[in-house]
T-cell receptor
Framework: GAGVSQSPSNKVTEKGKDVELRCDPISGHTALYWYRQSLGQGLEFLIYFQGNSAPDKSGLPSDRFSAERTGGSVSTLTIQRTQQEDSAVYLC????????????FGSGTRLTVV | AQTVTQSQPEMSVQEAETVTLSCTYDTSENNYYLFWYKQPPSRQMILVIRQEAYKQQNATENRFSVNFQKAAKSFSLKISDSQLGDTAMYFCAFMNRVGGGSNYKLTFGKGTLLTVNP
């Protein structure tokens, strides 16, 4: 697509439930990134995909967080047994490899755990 | 590990005036890239300007320009003729190649909330 698309735009869930956040990157962008932005904070790196593999998942805060990417395109970030501290905006970005052009971001998913 | 520091959590400026946002970073690398991103209330992160560390000339994009001081590890953003639409959170970011591979990783500062007043 023309831009990075994320869905849903907003998600309210009850504590303890599982949620799935979706990211559809720009066509042809091999690299895909997930970041978390908590209120008043900067962007916290979660995980990076190169194609379908994740060479760097060092930012995932706990084993309740997982992500996958299929077909070198769409990625899903799953949070199991959500906690209130998981409330944040989750941003996805994509880029071409071997370039310092920077990332193109989606508009994010605002997750609220009640 | 690379760190990016934005020392001004909030700033304000009058419409049509000039404002400078500060950013410093810490790295032992020689080749890297620096960025300023803008995040309006829509949450969309928009690339404002990009600087390659090996270039001495400061990057400029219309009303936006940077003052890149490599030795001081400083990368400030100057917005001239401020407009109401410039109101947003501004993030400074550092990018370098990691792991000897093909990945470039962005590290962000905590941001500066800029308000342009009419």
């Amino acid at each position: 697509g023309a831009g990075v698309s994320q869905s849903p735009s907003n998600k309210v869930t009850e504590k303890g439930k599982d949620v799935e956040l979706r990211c559809d990157p720009i066509s042809g962008h091999t690299a895909l990134y997930w970041y978390r932005q908590s209120l008043g904070q900067g962007l916290e790196f979660l995980i990076y995909f190169q194609g379908n593999s994740a060479p760097d998942k060092s930012g995932l805060p706990s084993d309740r967080f997982s992500a996958e990417r299929t077909g070198g395109s769409v990625s899903t970030l799953t949070i199991q047994r959500t906690q209130q501290e998981d409330s944040a905006v989750y941003l996805c970005a994509s880029s071409r490899l071997r370039t310092g052009e920077g990332y193109t971001f989606g508009s994010g998913t605002r997750l609220t755990v009640v | 590990a690379q760190t990016v520091t934005q020392s001004q959590p909030e700033m304000s400026v009058q419409e049509a005036e000039t404002v400078t946002l500060s950013c410093t970073y810490d790295t032992s690398e020689n080749n890297y890239y620096l960025f300023w991103y803008k995040q309006p209330p829509s949450r969309q992160m928009i690339l404002v300007i990009r600087q390659e560390a090996y270039k001495q000339q400061n990057a400029t994009e219309n009303r936006f320009s940077v003052n890149f001081q490599k030795a001081a590890k400083s990368f400030s953003l100057k917005i001239s003729d401020s407009q109401l639409g410039d109101t947003a959170m501004y993030f400074c970011a550092f990018m370098n190649r990691v792991g000897g591979g093909s990945n470039y990783k962005l590290t962000f500062g905590k941001g500066t909330l800029l308000t342009v007043n009419p």
